[in-house]
């Protein structure tokens, strides 16, 4: 049981990515999900998440209008799209589920993918 998370990468100010969590060995339908991120030397912060059936999404006022959330039940994959990127988004994002919004952190479920954003 876990997710993998991928589409990180290094990309200058107002690039763009798109992550990927997948998840292995469970339905990920079932559950809201949560994108989380972290910062060199700071905690563990919530980007946004996404309910499980209705769609329901929040997202962290310092990326609310940049970032997009989004599920496809049928590929078992929430999707994260981060257009206008700041240098303060740099960090490893991590993807995890709850039961329901909102998103609660929680460890071990993937390694995390690296965005990296230069001035």
């Known amino acids: 049981v876990q997710l993998v998370e991928s589409g990180g990468g290094m990309v200058h100010v107002g690039g763009s990515l798109r992550l990927s969590c997948a998840a292995s060995?469970?339905?990920?339908?079932?559950?809201?999900i949560g994108w989380f991120r972290q910062a060199p030397g700071k905690e563990h912060e919530g980007v946004s998440c996404?309910?499980?059936?209705?769609?329901?999404?929040t997202y962290a006022d310092s990326v609310k209008g940049r970032f997009t959330i989004s599920r496809d039940n049928a590929k078992n994959t929430v999707y994260l799209q981060m257009n206008s990127l700041k240098p303060e988004d740099t960090g490893v994002y991590y993807c995890?589920?709850?039961?329901?919004?909102?998103?609660?952190?929680?460890?071990?479920w993937g390694q995390g993918t690296q965005v990296t954003v230069s001035s």
């Open positions: 060995g469970f339905t990920l339908g079932y559950y809201a």
């Open positions: 996404i309910s499980s059936r209705d769609g329901r999404t």
């Open positions: 995890a589920p709850s039961p329901d919004l909102p998103c609660i952190w929680s460890h071990g």
